[in-house]
């Protein structure tokens, strides 16, 4: 455990990656033939909903579909042997 949930949160992810328990979401992703398509439409999907929820102001929505948002695009980050640090760096250049 470190103090950041998102890189918690990833390493989880890049372990899921690594050994692939047969009961974990996340790996299904990864072993799914078309698991980045999956991750691909949830991105779409939860975007609409984030969307929505933001219109009906409704703040616990928009922290829940936001999650959902953040872990697959960490997913997404990890199926493309990239990392925390690869956002971080672009975010950092931006300052
Ligand atoms: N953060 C998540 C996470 N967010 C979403 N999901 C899964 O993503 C799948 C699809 O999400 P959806 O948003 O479609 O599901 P939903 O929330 O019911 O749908 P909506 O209400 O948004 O419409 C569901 O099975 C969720 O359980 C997640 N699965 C795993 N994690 C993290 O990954 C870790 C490892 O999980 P496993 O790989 O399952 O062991 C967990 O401990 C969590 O920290």
Not at 19 to 26: K, N, V
Not at 28 to 38: D, P
Not at 49 to 70: C, F, N, P, T, W
Not at 79 to 93: G, N, P, Q, V, W
Request: aromatic share 4%; proline share 1%.
């Amino acid at each position: 455990m470190t103090d950041d949930v998102l890189d918690d949160v990833f390493a989880v992810i890049e372990d899921r990656k690594a050994e692939l328990p047969e009961d974990s979401y996340t790996a299904s992703l990864f072993t799914h033939e078309k698991g980045e398509n999956a991750v691909l439409e949830k991105l779409g999907e939860e975007t609409t909903e984030l969307l929505l929820a933001a219109k009906d102001d409704d703040r616990e929505e928009i922290a829940h579909e936001s999650a959902d948002i953040v872990y697959h695009l960490l997913v997404l980050l990890a199926m493309k042997d990239m990392d925390l640090d690869d956002l971080r760096d672009e975010l950092a250049e931006r300052r």
